[in-house]
C-alpha cells in the first residue's frame, strides 16, 4: 500500500514539475504556478510516507499555502502578455540545462552515497514530532539556524529600502 | 535504483495480494467517520444557509423563507434544485479550465479541515476523530491556506474587473490574516505543549476556567477576528463586498458553479466554527457531570458528539449575528488592523505567555 502511496505522489510530483517548467498547452505563466502548487502537495504526501508529518504540514502551510500565493499574487499583476509570446533563447536555454544536469548529478551523486549509509539514523531524528526538531534546530544547529533568520531579515530590509520613492 | 522502476517490479507490487491486505477494520472505520462527517457538514452548509436567512429576515423584521415545508425547513433542497436547473452560463471572456476547477477548489478545504478535528470521545471502541494526528491543529492551519486558491483563481479566470479585483483582495486579506491567526495560537501550543487537537481538548477538561477562552483570552479575540476575515465574513468581506465590487469574485458565476462557491464558505464558516470550539471552548468536553472524560457508554459518546455540535452551531449562530449587525471595514482599515495592530499583539502574547510559563516552572 506504501508504495501504491509512493509511486502516485512521486509520479504527480514529476509530472507536475515538467508541467510546470514546459507545458505544451499553455505558456500561462498563472498555470505554470498551478502545476507547482501541485508539486509542493505531493511532495508532502512523500513526506507523509517518510512518516516527517511537521515537515509535510509545514510544506502545505508554507510552501503551497504561502510563498505561491505570493507567487501568484506578484504573477497576476504582471503584464503576461509578454511572457507567453517570449520564445525561449539559446543562452537561456544553454544555462538551463547546465544548472539542470549539475543539481542533477548532485542529486545522483547524494542517492548512490545514502544507498550505503543506513537509512534508519535519518528517519528518527525526525520522526513526525515537533519535539525532535525544535530540540535539533536549537540544540544541535542553531547556528545555521540564525543564520537562515538573518538572511530573511536582510531580504526584508532589502525590500523596505528598494520600496521606498525617494533614495537619499 | 534499477529494480525499484522496472516493469517487472510494478507489476509485482500490482499483483501482491498484499494490496488488498490494507481493508482492515480500520479502513472500514475511518470510511465510515468519513462518510457521515461530510455528509453531515454538507447538510449542515445546507441549513446554515436557511438560518442564514432566517436570522437575517428577523433582524431586519422581515419574515424569511418560511413557505417550503414547515418554517421553510425545506428550503435547502428547493435552492439546490433551484441551482440545478438554472442555465449555467459561460461568459465567451473566461479561462475555461481555471473557471471550472475554481468552485470545486473553493469547497474542498472546508471539507478536508474536519478531518482532525475530534468531535466527540469515544463511541463503543472508536476515537471519534478521522485522523488522530500529532500534528493536527498545523495541518488544519495548511489547508485553511489552501482556501485562498479557490477566490484568486475565480477572479482570475472570471477576466474581468469586479472579479479580479475581488481576487486580488482576497489574497492580500488572507495572507495578512494567516499571519495573525497562526502567530495567536501559539501561546496555547506553549501551555499545552502539543499540537494534536485531541491533547488540547483534554487539556481543557477539568473546570470551566481551563477553557482557553478564559485561559488565553487574548488569543481568543485575534483568533476569532481572524477566523471572519478567513472566511470572508462580515465585517471582513472584502473578496465580496456587495456594493462595491457587486460580488466581487463569483459575478460571472452561475447556476450550481455559483452555488459551489456559497457552499464553499459556509463550509469554512463551519470549520472555523469546530476549531473555535475546540481550540476554546474545550470540544466536546463540559466540565459538569463527569463529562470531560472519554466516554463508556454508546450513551455518552453520542452526548459527547451533541455537545460538540452545540458548541458549533453556537459560533456559527454568533457569526450569522454579527454578519447582519455589523458594518464593513474599509479595505485600509482591515490591513491596518491586521498587520499594525493584530500582529504584535499576538507576538507581545507569545512572550507573556512564555514568560510567565517560564517563571512558573
Redesign the interface.
Known sequence: ?E??FF?LFAALAVVCGILMVANPFSRNP?TSA?FM?LTMISLAGVFVLLHA??L???Q??VY???VM??F??VI??LNLKEEEKRKPGWVRMGFGLVSAGLFAALLLRS?AAA?NAPLETAAATVD???KPLGLLLFTEYPLPFEIMSILLLVGMVGVVVLSKKELK | ?ESYLSIPH?LA??GDE??F??VTPFVWYSAIKVLVAVGLMLTMVAYTVWVERRVSAFIQDRIGPNRVGIFGLLQPLADGVKSFLKEDFVPGHVRKV?FWIAPGIMLLPGLLSIAVIPFGSKLGEQDMVIAN???GL??T??????S??GI??AG?ASNSKYP?LG??RA??Q??SY?ISMGLSVIPILLIVGD?NLGNIVAYQGGSLWGWFIFKAPLSFVIFAAAAFAETNRLPFDMPEAENELVAGYNVEYSSIKFALFFMGEYASMIAVSAMMATLFFGGWTLPFFGLDQPATTWLGGLLHIAIFLAKTCAWIFLMVWIRWMWPRFRFDQLMDLGWRRFIPLALANIVITAVVLWLKA
Open positions: 500500500m508504495s501504491l509511486y498563472v498551478m502548487v508529518y511537521f509535510a504540514a509545514v502545505i502551510l503551497a499555502g504561502a500565493v505570493l501568484l499574487f497576476m499583476l542517492v544507498r513526525g514530532g515537533v | 535504483m510494478l507490487v500490482a498484499k494490496i491486505g490494507w481555471f494526528l500529532n500534528v498545523l495541518y492551519f495548511g489547508i485553511t491556506s489552501l485562498v486558491y484568486v483563481l482570475y479580479f481576487g486580488i489574497s492580500a488572507m495572507i494567516e499540537l
